[in-house]
T-cell receptor, first 115, second 115 residues
Framework: AQTVTQSQPEMSVQEAETVTLSCTYD???????LFWYKQPPSRQMILVIR??????QNATENRFSVNFQKAAKSFSLKISDSQLGDAAMYFC????????????FGTGTSLTVIP | KAGVTQTPRYLIKTRGQQVTLSCSPI?????VSWYQQTPGQGLQFLFE???????NKGNFPGRFSGRQFSNSRSEMNVSTLELGDSALYLC??????????????FGPGTRLTVL
């Protein structure tokens, strides 16, 4: 089974600053998808950004961008101009392109935004 | 378009009882996945249903079962509840056809407490 590792259980960032959350994964597949999900306290998990493994260009969504290093099996999330509403648990997730719709999640990084 | 809905939102049961949780996917989504989320284990995949058939299954005991109806709504059942079954149970749906079908959209979850 694929494994997803988030080595930073907690991170903090000053409001308006930039923070990078790390994620590494282990797979022997060439076709897969990677995701970052955000789960605010006591609120619903929502998709932040997604990346197809076959695309070399890093995905961006407004203030959120990824650094996808396929050879290194690394998929970090950069949050620019951090806002108080960015405070949440962030999960990195992997989905195989071949074996159905099963997602593998990391253990999460709790992000605190300091005013 | 309405999001993924889960009922009930909160549930308290005692050991040995059984429980049924319900999930209504986003309209047009045919894949429904279930996850158990606990502070210690993170998000663990239970199973995925597509077109009323279980396509993938995680590493959970047979006390955990599910089904999907023709309208794509899904139910999850846990029999003979144990204290360790206390968790947030998340349901996620996917379109499974066309662009962006790999993405899962999550419901708010059902918080199950076993006493």
């Amino acid at each position: 089974a694929q494994t997803v590792t988030q080595s930073q259980p907690e991170m903090s960032v000053q409001e308006a600053e930039t923070v990078t959350l790390s994620c590494t994964y282990d797979t022997s597949e060439s076709d897969y998808y990677l995701f970052w999900y955000k789960q605010p306290p006591s609120r619903q998990m929502i998709l932040v950004i997604r990346q197809e493994a076959y695309k070399q260009q890093n995905a961006t969504e407004n203030r959120f961008s990824v650094n996808f290093q396929k050879a290194a099996k690394s998929f970090s999330l950069k949050i620019s101009d951090s806002q108080l509403g960015d405070a949440a648990m962030y999960f990195c997730a992997y989905r195989s392109g071949n074996t159905g719709n099963q997602f593998y999640f990391g253990t999460g990084t709790s992000l605190t935004v300091i005013p | 378009k309405a999001g993924v809905t889960q009922t009930p939102r909160y549930l308290i049961k005692t050991r040995g009882q059984q429980v049924t949780l319900s999930c209504s996917p986003i309209s047009g989504h045919r894949s429904v996945s279930w996850y158990q989320q606990t502070p210690g284990q993170g998000l663990q995949f239970l199973f995925e249903y597509f077109s009323e058939t279980q396509r993938n299954k995680g590493n959970f005991p047979g006390r955990f079962s599910g089904r999907q109806f023709s309208n794509s709504r899904s139910e999850m059942n846990v029999s003979t509840l144990e204290l360790g079954d206390s968790a947030l149970y998340l349901c996620a749906s996917s379109f499974i056809q066309g662009e962006g079908t790999d993405t899962q959209y999550f419901g708010p979850g059902t918080r199950l407490t076993v006493l």
